[in-house]
C-alpha cells in the first residue's frame, strides 16, 4: 500500500496493517497526493460498490464523478489543505448512503475511515416524524408549526394564519364511527394542502382543527390579508365537493379565522388566539365561511374578560341587588312578584341582568351569584309574610341551567328557605326549556323533591326553546309563562295570537295556570285574558321595582 514492500520486515508490517485494515468495522480509503486511490477493505468496496481490482490506482474523481464539487470533495481537500482531521456526517445520494467521516491527512494525501449511518438516520428521521409530524394525516403537527410560526414571526415580515375548523365534525364520529371520522380528517388535510400554496405549513393543530401558515404574501398588511382571505376562501370552495369516505358521498364544511401578523405581532400565542376568535366569528356567521380576524372583536373580547373579572368582584362586593316585578291576575289582583337581579356597577351604574347573565353562566359565576339570589329574595319572601299587605304574596325565582344541575342544588333551595324562615309554599322556581330537556329522569326527581317540600315550578319564556310536548306531561310544572314575544307579536303580523291559544290550551289540557310576560297595554291585557291566561306581568303594571318602592306601591294597593 505505500509503495513496493523494500525489505522483509517492511512487507512484514504492510500484511500486517493490511490485515488490520480489514478486520476494522470501517471502511478504510487511502487516496495520495493526486487523489489517486492506494488501497481500500472490503468494507469500503461493499459501501461503494466497486471491485478493489477494478480500481486501484484510478484517481478517485474520475470514479465517483457525482461527488465532484459535492461536499465530499470540499471536505478533503480541506483536510489536505489545512493538514488537520475532517469529521461530517453526508449523504451519497447515488447510493442512497449516509455516511460517518472521519478524513485525515496523511504523507502521502489522505486516508479516509467511513461508516454507513444509515439505519441511524432512518431511526433518527423516525423520531423526527413522530415529535413532529401528526400520525394520522403526515402533516406538520402543533409542535412543528408553533416552531415555525416563531420562527416566521422572527423575520418580521407579515405573514397570516388560517384557523380552519370542520363544521358539525362530531356528527360523522357519532354516526359512522371513529374510523370514518379518521378517513374524512385525511382528506380534509389533502384538500386544504392542495387548496394553498405548496410552499404554506399546512397542520393539524388537533382534533378536528387545522392551521396554516402563510408567509411571502405581500409587504403590507392589507396585502397579506387580501391574499390571506383569498386562500380562504379556497379552502372554503375546495370542500364544495363530497367526500368519499368508504363509499359513502359525505359532505363536510369548513370555518375559517384569518389573522395578519407584521413585526408588531404579540407572540405565537396572541397570534393563534386571534385566529381561534376569527374562525369562532365565522361559526357564528353561520360556518362555511371565512371571518377576517378585527381589533374591533378583539375590543370585544377585552370587554367580556373585564366584565367577567369585575363580576368576580361584584360578587363578593355585595354589588348585586333584587327588583321584583309584580305578578298579577288578570283581575287586577297581585299575586305575588318575580325577583329579577340587578348589578349596581361602580362605575357603569345599574347593568342589566341580559349583559352579565350569559357571561355568568359562562363562567359558572352564576353559582355564587344564584346561590346569593335564592338566599336574598327568600329572605324577601320571609319579610313579606310578616307584613298583612302581602303575607300572600308568592316569590318567582330565576334559575339557570348550570345552577339547576348542580348535584347539591335542592340542598340549596332548601337550605336558604330554612336559614330565612320562608314559607316553601310560597316559593315558585322559573325553569327554561332547554334547561328541562338535559336528562330529564334527573330533572324530574330534583324538581319533585322540592315539590314535596311547597316548592312550585313554572316554565319561563314558554315557546321560544324547543317546545318538544312530549316531555311536558312528564314534568311537575305549575305554570306556563308565554314569552313576550308571542304577546307583542298577537298584535302584529304574524302567529302570535295562535301562539297564545295554543299555549292556553296546552295549559288546561295539562292543569298548569298560564302567565302572559310583556303585557305592556290595555289591550294586550284584554286580550290574554280573553284567551284564557289565568296571570300576566308587563309593564301596563309596574316594571320591576326595588323592595322599598314595591313595598309602598303594594300598600296602596285596594284590600
Ligand atoms: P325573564 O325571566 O323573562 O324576565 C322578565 C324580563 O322581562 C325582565 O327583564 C323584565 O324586566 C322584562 N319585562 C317585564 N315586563 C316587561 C314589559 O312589559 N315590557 C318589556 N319590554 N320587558 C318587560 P330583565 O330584568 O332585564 O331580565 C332579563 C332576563 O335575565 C330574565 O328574563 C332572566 O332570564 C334573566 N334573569 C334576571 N334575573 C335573574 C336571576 O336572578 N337569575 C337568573 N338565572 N336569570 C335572571
Ligand atoms: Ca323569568
Ligand atoms: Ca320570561
Redesign the pocket.
Known sequence: MQGPPKSHAAALETACLTATLESITDAVLMLDGSWNIRYMNGNAERLLQVQRADVMGKNVWSVFPEAVGGPYYLAYHRAVETNSVVSFEEHYAPLNLWTEIRAYPSEEGVTIYFRDISERKAIEAEIHNLAFYDKLTGLPNRQLLLERIGHALSLSRPGAILFIDLDNFKTINDTRGHDKGDILLRLAGERISTAVRSDDTVARFGGDEFVVLLEDLGDTPEDVATAAYGLAANVVRAFCDPFDIAGVEHYSTPSIGVTVFDHEANGVDDLLQRADLAMYQAKAAGRNTVSLFDPAMQIRVNARATLEADMRRAVQNDEFM??Y?PLMGVDGRMVGA?????WKHPQRGLV???EF?PVA?ESNL?LP??RW?MREACRQLALWSRDPHSSTLEMA????AT?FHRPDFVEQVLAALAETGANPSHLRL?L?ESLLLKDVEGTVSKMQRLRDAGVSFAL??FGTGYSSLSYLHRLPLDQL?I??SFIWGAFKEGSGAEIVRIIVALGKALNMSVLA????TQEQLAFVAAEGCQYY????FS??LPAAELATLISHLPD
Open positions: 333584587l327588583h316585578q318575580e325577583a329579577l337581579v340587578r342589566p341582568p341580559c347573565i353562566e352564576i351569584l344564584g339570589v325565582v330565576n334559575v339557570s345552577q322559573e327554561t319561563d319564556d309563562k314569552d313576550r310576560e310583556g303585557v305592556e306581568q308587563g309593564y301596563l316594571k320591576p
